[in-house]
């Protein structure tokens, strides 16, 4: 949020009503405000203290249980990005992330079994 000017290589400027909305919400609602879920417990552990990740998709957490997909699943033109929850998680818009509730297209259902 400190840098929009420059965002992967895009300007993503926001108004400063904007940007501190954003970031409100963002802080609000870190892995660190939510301990009592296991999952967010389980993501701000995998963190080093002198690291900040630029994403979820680069902590260790995630990087460790999205491991075992095969890249051709994630480059699909459904999902087409490892950050397109929605595209596989079909209760993500709930902030469920089940494994019993993985849908990968072109796939089926996830089985890590």
């Known amino acids: 949020m400190g840098d929009l000017q420059n965002h992967f290589g895009t300007d ?10 954003i970031l409100k919400y963002l ?4 892995a660190e405000k939510f301990r009592n879920y296991k999952r967010s417990q389980r993501i701000n552990d995998s963190i080093a203290k002198n690291k900040t990740p630029i994403a979820i998709t680069k902590t260790p ?5 999205h491991r075992d997909i095969a890249k051709k699943l994630i480059t699909q033109k459904e999902v087409s990005s490892i950050s397109n929850c929605m595209a596989c998680h ?3 818009d709930k902030g469920l992330y089940s494994e019993r509730d993985i849908n990968i297209p072109n796939y089926g259902k996830w089985d890590d079994d």
Do not use: G, H, M
């Not at 993503?12 to 909305?21: G, H, K, M, V, Y």
């Not at 802080?27 to 870190?30: F, I, Q």
């Not at 957490?61 to 249980?65: E, S, T």
């Open 12 to 21: 993503a400027s926001l108004t400063p009503e904007d940007n501190q909305r």
């Open 61 to 65: 957490y995630f990087v460790k249980k």
């Open 90 to 92: 079909t209760t993500a």
């Open 27 to 30: 802080v609000d609602n870190s």
